[in-house]
Protein backbone atom coordinates (compact mmCIF):
# COMPACT_ATOMS: atom_id res chain seq x y z
CA UNK A 1 0.00 0.00 0.00
CA UNK A 2 1.42 3.66 -0.52
CA UNK A 3 2.17 5.88 2.14
CA UNK A 4 -0.80 7.59 3.42
CA UNK A 5 -0.96 11.33 3.96
CA UNK A 6 -2.82 14.04 5.22
CA UNK A 7 -5.01 14.78 2.85
CA UNK A 8 -5.41 10.75 2.11
CA UNK A 9 -6.63 10.66 5.91
CA UNK A 10 -8.46 13.49 5.83
CA UNK A 11 -10.77 12.33 3.12
CA UNK A 12 -11.05 9.01 5.00
CA UNK A 13 -12.31 10.44 7.93
CA UNK A 14 -14.76 12.42 5.97
CA UNK A 15 -13.45 15.90 7.16
CA UNK A 16 -11.68 16.30 3.71
CA UNK A 17 -11.65 20.43 3.30
CA UNK A 18 -12.29 22.31 0.45
CA UNK A 19 -8.84 23.37 0.73
CA UNK A 20 -7.14 20.38 0.65
CA UNK A 21 -9.07 19.35 -2.67
CA UNK A 22 -9.15 22.90 -4.27
CA UNK A 23 -6.19 23.88 -3.13
CA UNK A 24 -3.94 21.11 -4.41
CA UNK A 25 -1.76 21.24 -1.08
CA UNK A 26 1.42 18.69 -1.99
CA UNK A 27 3.02 19.28 1.31
CA UNK A 28 2.52 18.25 5.45
CA UNK A 29 3.42 22.01 6.24
CA UNK A 30 0.54 23.72 3.87
CA UNK A 31 -1.54 20.47 4.51
CA UNK A 32 -1.33 21.45 8.41
CA UNK A 33 -2.03 24.73 7.68
CA UNK A 34 -5.61 24.00 5.89
CA UNK A 35 -6.39 21.77 8.73
CA UNK A 36 -5.43 24.17 11.33
CA UNK A 37 -7.50 26.93 9.32
CA UNK A 38 -4.66 28.86 7.42
CA UNK A 39 -5.53 27.84 4.12
CA UNK A 40 -7.40 29.16 1.10
CA UNK A 41 -10.72 27.45 2.58
CA UNK A 42 -10.39 26.74 6.23
CA UNK A 43 -11.87 24.46 8.53
CA UNK A 44 -14.36 26.22 10.34
CA UNK A 45 -13.15 27.04 13.46
CA UNK A 46 -9.61 24.81 13.19
CA UNK A 47 -7.22 27.78 13.83
CA UNK A 48 -8.55 28.55 17.64
CA UNK A 49 -8.19 26.62 20.55
CA UNK A 50 -10.37 24.74 21.58
CA UNK A 51 -12.56 26.62 24.23
CA UNK A 52 -11.35 24.61 27.62
CA UNK A 53 -11.57 25.70 31.41
CA UNK A 54 -8.15 26.12 32.50
CA UNK A 55 -6.11 22.82 33.39
CA UNK A 56 -5.30 22.71 37.02
CA UNK A 57 -2.69 19.88 37.04
CA UNK A 58 -0.84 18.58 34.05
CA UNK A 59 -3.25 18.43 30.83
CA UNK A 60 -3.23 14.66 29.54
CA UNK A 61 -5.31 14.39 26.19
CA UNK A 62 -6.78 11.16 25.15
CA UNK A 63 -7.25 10.69 21.14
CA UNK A 64 -10.09 8.03 21.32
CA UNK A 65 -13.35 6.76 23.50
CA UNK A 66 -13.27 3.34 23.02
CA UNK A 67 -12.64 0.77 25.25
CA UNK A 68 -9.44 1.99 26.13
CA UNK A 69 -9.52 5.54 25.45
CA UNK A 70 -12.51 5.73 27.97
CA UNK A 71 -10.87 3.37 30.77
CA UNK A 72 -8.02 5.46 31.10
CA UNK A 73 -9.48 8.43 31.29
CA UNK A 74 -11.33 7.63 33.80
CA UNK A 75 -8.98 5.79 35.97
CA UNK A 76 -6.08 8.75 34.99
CA UNK A 77 -8.23 10.78 37.32
CA UNK A 78 -8.78 8.33 39.80
CA UNK A 79 -4.58 7.55 40.37
CA UNK A 80 -4.22 11.24 40.52
CA UNK A 81 -7.17 13.84 40.94
CA UNK A 82 -5.26 16.64 40.16
CA UNK A 83 -4.74 15.96 36.62
CA UNK A 84 -6.17 17.20 33.60
CA UNK A 85 -7.81 15.04 31.15
CA UNK A 86 -9.18 15.71 28.00
CA UNK A 87 -11.34 12.81 25.53
CA UNK A 88 -11.46 14.21 22.04
CA UNK A 89 -13.65 11.43 20.11
CA UNK A 90 -15.16 11.93 16.91
CA UNK A 91 -18.66 10.00 17.34
CA UNK A 92 -21.73 11.56 19.72
CA UNK A 93 -22.34 8.49 21.23
CA UNK A 94 -20.64 5.57 22.16
CA UNK A 95 -21.16 1.66 21.16
CA UNK A 96 -19.69 -0.69 22.52
CA UNK A 97 -19.07 -3.57 20.04
CA UNK A 98 -18.83 -7.14 22.36
CA UNK A 99 -22.30 -7.71 22.70
CA UNK A 100 -23.59 -6.54 19.40
CA UNK A 101 -23.75 -9.75 17.67
CA UNK A 102 -26.78 -10.43 19.64
CA UNK A 103 -28.20 -6.74 18.88
CA UNK A 104 -27.55 -7.99 15.26
CA UNK A 105 -30.01 -11.01 15.36
CA UNK A 106 -32.51 -8.76 17.85
CA UNK A 107 -31.57 -10.61 21.20
CA UNK A 108 -31.00 -6.35 22.49
CA UNK A 109 -31.73 -2.90 21.42
CA UNK A 110 -29.63 -0.42 20.64
CA UNK A 111 -29.76 1.47 24.02
CA UNK A 112 -28.74 -1.40 25.82
CA UNK A 113 -25.03 -1.22 24.54
CA UNK A 114 -24.89 2.65 23.31
CA UNK A 115 -23.98 5.32 26.18
CA UNK A 116 -23.51 8.70 26.48
CA UNK A 117 -20.25 10.56 26.20
CA UNK A 118 -21.03 13.24 28.24
CA UNK A 119 -22.76 10.96 31.21
CA UNK A 120 -19.37 8.88 30.93
CA UNK A 121 -17.32 12.03 31.33
CA UNK A 122 -19.33 13.81 34.03
CA UNK A 123 -19.11 10.40 36.13
CA UNK A 124 -15.73 10.11 35.63
CA UNK A 125 -14.94 13.96 36.26
CA UNK A 126 -12.54 14.39 32.95
CA UNK A 127 -14.09 16.80 29.42
CA UNK A 128 -15.25 15.27 26.58
CA UNK A 129 -14.81 17.34 23.28
CA UNK A 130 -16.81 15.68 20.25
CA UNK A 131 -14.25 16.45 17.63
CA UNK A 132 -12.18 14.59 15.22
CA UNK A 133 -8.68 14.45 15.50
CA UNK A 134 -6.41 15.07 12.52
CA UNK A 135 -3.25 15.62 13.61
CA UNK A 136 -0.62 16.26 16.12
CA UNK A 137 2.80 17.81 16.84
CA UNK A 138 4.94 15.87 18.88
CA UNK A 139 7.32 18.28 19.48
CA UNK A 140 5.18 21.39 20.25
CA UNK A 141 2.96 18.87 21.83
CA UNK A 142 -0.36 20.07 20.26
CA UNK A 143 -3.39 18.44 18.87
CA UNK A 144 -5.15 19.15 15.64
CA UNK A 145 -8.75 18.72 15.39
CA UNK A 146 -12.11 19.70 13.01
CA UNK A 147 -12.84 21.50 16.45
CA UNK A 148 -9.25 23.47 16.64
CA UNK A 149 -6.54 22.68 18.57
CA UNK A 150 -5.33 21.72 22.51
CA UNK A 151 -1.89 21.73 23.64
CA UNK A 152 -0.88 18.38 26.04
CA UNK A 153 1.87 17.42 28.82
CA UNK A 154 0.74 13.84 28.05
CA UNK A 155 -0.83 12.42 25.14
CA UNK A 156 -2.39 9.08 24.52
CA UNK A 157 -3.57 7.86 20.99
CA UNK A 158 -6.24 5.17 21.54
CA UNK A 159 -8.02 5.39 18.01
CA UNK A 160 -8.46 1.28 17.38
CA UNK A 161 -8.51 0.06 13.60
CA UNK A 162 -8.98 1.24 10.37
CA UNK A 163 -9.87 -1.96 7.64
CA UNK A 164 -7.49 -2.79 5.03
CA UNK A 165 -9.88 -3.50 2.21
CA UNK A 166 -6.91 -3.60 -0.54
CA UNK A 167 -5.81 -7.16 1.73
CA UNK A 168 -8.87 -8.56 0.06
CA UNK A 169 -8.05 -7.64 -3.49
CA UNK A 170 -10.12 -4.25 -3.17
CA UNK A 171 -7.90 -1.48 -4.83
CA UNK A 172 -10.90 0.84 -6.47
CA UNK A 173 -12.26 2.87 -4.10
CA UNK A 174 -15.82 3.11 -5.65
CA UNK A 175 -15.85 -0.51 -4.71
CA UNK A 176 -14.66 0.09 -1.27
CA UNK A 177 -17.12 2.28 -0.26
CA UNK A 178 -20.03 0.11 -1.82
CA UNK A 179 -18.30 -2.74 0.32
CA UNK A 180 -18.72 -0.65 3.40
CA UNK A 181 -22.36 0.98 2.91
CA UNK A 182 -23.71 -2.42 1.44
CA UNK A 183 -21.84 -5.45 3.22
CA UNK A 184 -20.49 -3.94 6.40
CA UNK A 185 -17.87 -5.51 8.38
CA UNK A 186 -19.71 -4.63 12.01
CA UNK A 187 -16.41 -4.24 13.47
CA UNK A 188 -16.13 -0.96 14.22
CA UNK A 189 -18.31 1.21 16.64
CA UNK A 190 -20.82 3.57 14.48
CA UNK A 191 -23.69 2.77 12.26
CA UNK A 192 -22.09 -0.57 10.80
CA UNK A 193 -23.79 -2.50 13.14
CA UNK A 194 -27.48 -0.70 12.54
CA UNK A 195 -26.86 -1.21 8.94
CA UNK A 196 -26.45 -5.41 9.24
CA UNK A 197 -28.73 -5.65 12.06
CA UNK A 198 -31.31 -3.80 9.45
CA UNK A 199 -29.94 -6.04 6.38
CA UNK A 200 -30.45 -9.64 8.61
CA UNK A 201 -33.79 -8.39 9.40
CA UNK A 202 -34.64 -8.10 5.85
CA UNK A 203 -33.12 -11.32 4.54
CA UNK A 204 -35.12 -13.59 3.14
CA UNK A 205 -33.45 -16.62 2.97
CA UNK A 206 -30.28 -17.77 0.48
CA UNK A 207 -26.66 -17.66 1.21
CA UNK A 208 -25.09 -15.26 3.70
CA UNK A 209 -21.66 -15.16 3.59
CA UNK A 210 -19.46 -13.87 6.63
CA UNK A 211 -15.88 -13.78 6.72
CA UNK A 212 -12.53 -14.23 9.00
CA UNK A 213 -9.65 -11.82 7.86
CA UNK A 214 -6.10 -13.40 8.40
CA UNK A 215 -3.30 -11.25 10.82
CA UNK A 216 -4.28 -10.29 14.37
CA UNK A 217 -7.87 -9.04 13.62
CA UNK A 218 -10.34 -7.48 16.17
CA UNK A 219 -11.81 -10.36 18.62
CA UNK A 220 -10.80 -13.76 17.47
CA UNK A 221 -13.45 -15.71 18.16
CA UNK A 222 -16.33 -12.86 17.21
CA UNK A 223 -16.59 -13.94 13.32
CA UNK A 224 -17.55 -17.18 14.08
CA UNK A 225 -19.88 -16.15 16.99
CA UNK A 226 -21.77 -14.12 13.95
CA UNK A 227 -21.73 -17.29 11.99
CA UNK A 228 -23.29 -18.99 15.02
CA UNK A 229 -26.32 -16.14 15.83
CA UNK A 230 -27.27 -16.13 12.37
CA UNK A 231 -27.47 -19.67 11.61
CA UNK A 232 -29.44 -19.46 14.56
CA UNK A 233 -31.43 -16.70 13.37
CA UNK A 234 -32.12 -18.79 10.33
CA UNK A 235 -32.83 -21.53 11.85
CA UNK A 236 -35.46 -19.86 14.52
CA UNK A 237 -37.29 -17.67 11.74
CA UNK A 238 -37.68 -21.00 9.43
CA UNK A 239 -35.38 -19.12 6.63
CA UNK A 240 -34.20 -21.40 3.85
CA UNK A 241 -29.91 -21.17 3.02
CA UNK A 242 -27.01 -21.35 5.23
CA UNK A 243 -24.29 -18.99 6.55
CA UNK A 244 -20.99 -19.59 4.39
CA UNK A 245 -18.47 -18.79 6.82
CA UNK A 246 -14.89 -18.13 4.61
CA UNK A 247 -12.01 -18.09 6.72
CA UNK A 248 -8.68 -16.46 5.37
CA UNK A 249 -7.51 -19.17 8.23
CA UNK A 250 -6.15 -23.08 7.61
CA UNK A 251 -8.77 -23.33 11.14
CA UNK A 252 -11.04 -21.48 13.52
CA UNK A 253 -8.44 -19.23 15.15
CA UNK A 254 -9.46 -19.67 18.93
CA UNK A 255 -11.88 -21.74 20.59
CA UNK A 256 -12.24 -24.16 17.99
CA UNK A 257 -13.63 -27.06 19.47
CA UNK A 258 -16.37 -25.37 20.91
CA UNK A 259 -17.32 -23.60 17.33
CA UNK A 260 -16.82 -27.14 15.43
CA UNK A 261 -18.62 -28.50 17.82
CA UNK A 262 -21.27 -26.02 17.24
CA UNK A 263 -21.51 -25.16 13.62
CA UNK A 264 -21.96 -29.38 13.48
CA UNK A 265 -24.35 -30.15 16.43
CA UNK A 266 -26.44 -27.03 16.43
CA UNK A 267 -25.99 -26.06 12.75
CA UNK A 268 -25.46 -28.67 10.75
CA UNK A 269 -27.87 -27.28 7.89
CA UNK A 270 -27.20 -24.14 8.18
CA UNK A 271 -23.12 -23.20 8.20
CA UNK A 272 -21.03 -24.21 5.86
CA UNK A 273 -16.96 -23.26 6.70
CA UNK A 274 -14.56 -23.08 4.37
CA UNK A 275 -11.00 -22.91 5.68
CA UNK A 276 -7.69 -21.21 4.29
CA UNK A 277 -9.91 -18.58 1.85
CA UNK A 278 -6.73 -16.63 -0.40
CA UNK A 279 -9.66 -13.74 -0.62
CA UNK A 280 -8.63 -12.33 -4.33
CA UNK A 281 -11.67 -9.83 -4.75
CA UNK A 282 -15.45 -8.90 -4.44
CA UNK A 283 -17.55 -8.08 -6.98
CA UNK A 284 -20.32 -6.47 -5.17
CA UNK A 285 -22.77 -6.23 -8.69
CA UNK A 286 -22.73 -9.81 -9.48
CA UNK A 287 -22.48 -10.05 -5.02
CA UNK A 288 -19.36 -12.46 -5.40
CA UNK A 289 -16.77 -13.06 -3.72
CA UNK A 290 -13.61 -14.60 -5.23
CA UNK A 291 -10.36 -16.47 -4.23
CA UNK A 292 -7.28 -17.31 -6.53
CA UNK A 293 -9.14 -20.91 -7.46
CA UNK A 294 -12.19 -20.12 -6.61
CA UNK A 295 -15.78 -18.40 -6.16
CA UNK A 296 -19.04 -17.88 -4.00
CA UNK A 297 -21.84 -15.97 -5.00
CA UNK A 298 -24.15 -14.50 -1.76
CA UNK A 299 -27.81 -13.13 -1.42
CA UNK A 300 -26.06 -11.30 1.35
CA UNK A 301 -23.19 -10.85 3.07
CA UNK A 302 -20.53 -9.18 5.98
CA UNK A 303 -17.60 -8.53 4.89
CA UNK A 304 -14.64 -7.92 7.00
CA UNK A 305 -11.43 -7.30 5.53
CA UNK A 306 -7.90 -7.63 7.42
CA UNK A 307 -7.83 -4.79 9.71
CA UNK A 308 -4.44 -2.09 10.15
CA UNK A 309 -4.15 0.48 13.17
CA UNK A 310 -5.75 3.55 12.70
CA UNK A 311 -4.49 5.67 9.37
CA UNK A 312 -4.27 8.60 11.88
CA UNK A 313 -0.79 6.60 13.24
CA UNK A 314 0.85 7.23 10.46
CA UNK A 315 -0.62 10.84 9.53
CA UNK A 316 1.28 11.38 13.59
CA UNK A 317 4.46 9.35 11.54
CA UNK A 318 4.29 6.51 14.92
CA UNK A 319 3.54 3.89 12.81
CA UNK A 320 6.14 1.27 12.42
CA UNK A 321 6.59 0.72 9.02
CA UNK A 322 7.95 -2.78 9.04
CA UNK A 323 4.42 -4.41 10.31
CA UNK A 324 1.66 -5.05 7.76
CA UNK A 325 -0.80 -3.56 10.46
CA UNK A 326 0.70 -0.35 10.49
CA UNK A 327 0.82 -0.40 14.49
CA UNK A 328 2.32 2.19 17.00
CA UNK A 329 5.92 1.70 17.54
CA UNK A 330 6.22 2.06 21.17
CA UNK A 331 8.15 0.03 23.81
CA UNK A 332 5.62 -2.73 24.78
CA UNK A 333 6.19 -2.32 28.31
CA UNK A 334 5.70 0.76 28.94
CA UNK A 335 3.56 1.66 25.68
CA UNK A 336 5.34 5.12 25.01
CA UNK A 337 6.04 6.11 22.19
CA UNK A 338 9.59 5.73 20.51
CA UNK A 339 11.09 8.83 21.06
CA UNK A 340 8.69 10.52 22.97
CA UNK A 341 7.85 10.11 26.87
CA UNK A 342 4.47 11.70 26.99
CA UNK A 343 3.47 9.53 24.41
CA UNK A 344 1.58 6.88 24.64
CA UNK A 345 -0.76 4.32 21.99
CA UNK A 346 -2.56 1.86 23.96
CA UNK A 347 -5.79 -0.48 22.68
CA UNK A 348 -5.92 -2.24 18.77
CA UNK A 349 -3.46 0.12 18.21
CA UNK A 350 -0.33 -1.78 19.66
CA UNK A 351 1.75 -3.46 17.95
CA UNK A 352 1.79 -6.52 20.46
CA UNK A 353 0.65 -9.60 19.52
CA UNK A 354 -2.36 -9.51 22.42
CA UNK A 355 -5.80 -10.13 21.37
CA UNK A 356 -7.60 -6.95 20.29
CA UNK A 357 -10.61 -7.45 22.44
CA UNK A 358 -12.18 -5.32 25.10
CA UNK A 359 -11.09 -6.64 28.23
CA UNK A 360 -7.20 -6.77 27.11
CA UNK A 361 -7.70 -2.99 26.61
CA UNK A 362 -9.97 -2.82 29.38
CA UNK A 363 -7.08 -4.12 32.16
CA UNK A 364 -4.11 -2.67 29.67
CA UNK A 365 -6.01 0.74 30.25
CA UNK A 366 -5.80 0.31 33.85
CA UNK A 367 -2.15 -0.02 33.62
CA UNK A 368 -1.26 2.70 31.63
CA UNK A 369 -3.29 5.09 33.45
CA UNK A 370 -1.29 3.83 36.57
CA UNK A 371 1.73 4.41 34.66
CA UNK A 372 1.53 8.11 33.49
CA UNK A 373 0.24 9.07 36.96
CA UNK A 374 3.68 7.52 38.33
CA UNK A 375 5.34 9.06 35.09
CA UNK A 376 4.09 12.72 36.44
CA UNK A 377 5.51 11.97 39.58
CA UNK A 378 8.69 10.89 38.20
CA UNK A 379 8.21 7.41 39.49
CA UNK A 380 8.39 4.23 37.23
CA UNK A 381 5.79 1.46 37.23
CA UNK A 382 6.86 -2.30 36.80
CA UNK A 383 4.80 -3.70 33.61
CA UNK A 384 2.09 -6.00 34.26
CA UNK A 385 -0.01 -8.02 31.38
CA UNK A 386 -3.10 -7.23 30.07
CA UNK A 387 -5.91 -9.99 31.00
CA UNK A 388 -8.35 -11.49 27.74
CA UNK A 389 -11.20 -12.47 28.71
CA UNK A 390 -13.62 -13.57 25.47
CA UNK A 391 -16.97 -14.85 25.82
CA UNK A 392 -18.97 -15.93 22.72
CA UNK A 393 -22.37 -16.97 22.27
CA UNK A 394 -23.38 -19.49 20.02
CA UNK A 395 -26.75 -19.98 20.78
CA UNK A 396 -29.46 -17.05 21.72
CA UNK A 397 -33.07 -16.98 23.52
CA UNK A 398 -32.04 -18.39 25.73
CA UNK A 399 -28.14 -17.03 25.79
CA UNK A 400 -25.31 -20.20 25.82
CA UNK A 401 -21.42 -19.58 25.49
CA UNK A 402 -18.00 -20.99 25.30
CA UNK A 403 -15.42 -18.98 26.36
CA UNK A 404 -12.00 -18.08 26.42
CA UNK A 405 -9.73 -16.78 29.61
CA UNK A 406 -5.75 -15.70 29.42
CA UNK A 407 -2.93 -13.49 30.29
CA UNK A 408 0.71 -13.07 28.54
CA UNK A 409 4.25 -13.90 29.26
CA UNK A 410 7.11 -12.46 27.63
CA UNK A 411 10.45 -14.44 26.94
CA UNK A 412 13.59 -12.93 25.68
CA UNK A 413 14.18 -14.38 22.24
CA UNK A 414 10.86 -15.71 21.65
CA UNK A 415 8.41 -12.39 22.54
CA UNK A 416 4.83 -12.26 23.90
CA UNK A 417 2.92 -15.54 24.27
CA UNK A 418 -0.47 -16.99 26.01
CA UNK A 419 0.18 -17.39 29.69
CA UNK A 420 -2.51 -19.16 32.13
CA UNK A 421 -4.99 -20.26 29.52
CA UNK A 422 -8.40 -21.15 30.46
CA UNK A 423 -10.79 -22.89 27.71
CA UNK A 424 -14.68 -23.37 28.06
CA UNK A 425 -15.58 -25.04 25.10
CA UNK A 426 -18.91 -26.78 26.39
CA UNK A 427 -21.47 -24.46 26.15
CA UNK A 428 -24.19 -23.75 28.17
CA UNK A 429 -26.32 -21.15 30.20
CA UNK A 430 -23.82 -20.36 32.91
CA UNK A 431 -21.88 -19.14 30.58
CA UNK A 432 -24.44 -16.92 28.39
CA UNK A 433 -25.44 -15.38 31.41
CA UNK A 434 -21.41 -14.98 32.34
CA UNK A 435 -21.40 -13.35 28.71
CA UNK A 436 -23.89 -10.82 29.60
CA UNK A 437 -22.92 -10.21 33.44
CA UNK A 438 -19.52 -9.23 31.88
CA UNK A 439 -20.12 -7.02 29.17
CA UNK A 440 -22.27 -5.13 31.71
CA UNK A 441 -19.33 -5.08 34.09
CA UNK A 442 -17.11 -3.63 31.47
CA UNK A 443 -19.26 -1.01 30.12
CA UNK A 444 -19.98 0.33 33.74
CA UNK A 445 -16.10 -0.02 34.67
CA UNK A 446 -15.73 2.42 31.42
CA UNK A 447 -18.61 4.36 31.59
CA UNK A 448 -19.22 4.68 35.47
CA UNK A 449 -22.99 4.55 34.61
CA UNK A 450 -24.94 1.64 36.12
CA UNK A 451 -25.75 -1.35 34.04
CA UNK A 452 -28.98 -1.21 32.43
CA UNK A 453 -30.15 -4.87 32.96
C1 LIG B 1 -18.75 -7.81 16.97
C2 LIG B 1 -17.67 -7.63 17.99
C3 LIG B 1 -17.61 -8.51 19.04
C4 LIG B 1 -16.60 -8.35 19.99
N1 LIG B 1 -16.61 -9.21 21.04
C5 LIG B 1 -15.71 -9.05 22.03
C6 LIG B 1 -15.77 -9.87 23.19
O1 LIG B 1 -16.63 -10.76 23.36
N2 LIG B 1 -14.84 -9.68 24.15
C7 LIG B 1 -13.90 -8.72 24.03
O2 LIG B 1 -13.09 -8.59 24.97
N3 LIG B 1 -13.82 -7.91 22.95
C8 LIG B 1 -14.70 -8.03 21.94
N4 LIG B 1 -14.65 -7.21 20.84
C9 LIG B 1 -13.49 -6.31 20.61
C10 LIG B 1 -13.50 -4.96 21.31
O3 LIG B 1 -14.71 -4.28 21.10
C11 LIG B 1 -12.33 -4.10 20.81
O4 LIG B 1 -11.15 -4.84 20.80
C12 LIG B 1 -12.12 -2.87 21.70
O5 LIG B 1 -13.26 -2.06 21.57
C13 LIG B 1 -10.88 -2.09 21.32
O6 LIG B 1 -10.84 -0.86 22.01
P1 LIG B 1 -10.08 0.40 21.42
O7 LIG B 1 -10.34 1.49 22.40
O8 LIG B 1 -8.70 0.08 21.06
O9 LIG B 1 -10.81 0.72 20.03
P2 LIG B 1 -12.29 1.24 19.78
O10 LIG B 1 -13.22 0.68 20.80
O11 LIG B 1 -12.59 1.00 18.35
O12 LIG B 1 -12.20 2.80 20.02
C14 LIG B 1 -11.52 3.69 19.18
C15 LIG B 1 -12.23 5.03 19.29
O13 LIG B 1 -11.43 6.03 18.68
C16 LIG B 1 -12.29 6.90 17.95
N5 LIG B 1 -11.50 7.54 16.91
C17 LIG B 1 -10.83 6.94 15.89
N6 LIG B 1 -10.20 7.86 15.13
C18 LIG B 1 -10.47 9.06 15.69
C19 LIG B 1 -10.10 10.40 15.35
N7 LIG B 1 -9.32 10.65 14.29
N8 LIG B 1 -10.55 11.40 16.12
C20 LIG B 1 -11.34 11.15 17.20
N9 LIG B 1 -11.73 9.91 17.56
C21 LIG B 1 -11.29 8.87 16.81
C22 LIG B 1 -13.37 5.97 17.41
O14 LIG B 1 -14.53 6.68 17.06
C23 LIG B 1 -13.58 5.03 18.60
O15 LIG B 1 -14.57 5.48 19.48
C24 LIG B 1 -15.63 -7.31 19.88
C25 LIG B 1 -15.72 -6.42 18.83
C26 LIG B 1 -16.71 -6.57 17.89
C27 LIG B 1 -16.81 -5.55 16.78
Known amino acids: MSHLDRRDFLKLSGVATAATVAGGLSGCASTQAAVAGKGSAPVVGADRNIPLPKPGGDRVVIVGGGVSGLTIARYLLNEDPSLDVVLLERNATYQFCPISNLYLVGGIDLGYFARSYQEAAKNGGYIYVQATVTDADLESQVVYTDQGKVAYDWLVVAPGIDYNYGAIGVEDPAVMYRLRQEYPAGFMPGGEHIALRNKLAGFEGGVFVNTTPPGNYRCLPAPYERTCLIADYMKKHKLKGKVIHLDANPDITIKKEGFHAAFEELYGDYVEYVPSFQFDGVDVESKTVYS ?88 DTEWQSPHTICFSMVTYDPEESIMVDAEYDFEKGKGFHFANVKLEQDWNRSLGEGTIAWGEAILSDITGGAARG
Not at 309 to 314: D, F, I, P, Q, W
Not at 317 to 337: C, G, H, L, M, W
Not at 339 to 358: C, E, H, L, Q
Request: no cysteine; aromatic share 12%; proline share 5%.
Open 292 to 379: TFDKVQFDEASIYPRVRASRLLEVMNIARTDSPQKEADIDPFTYAVKGYDNVFATGDSRWMPYSKSANTANSEGHFVAQLIANRVKGR
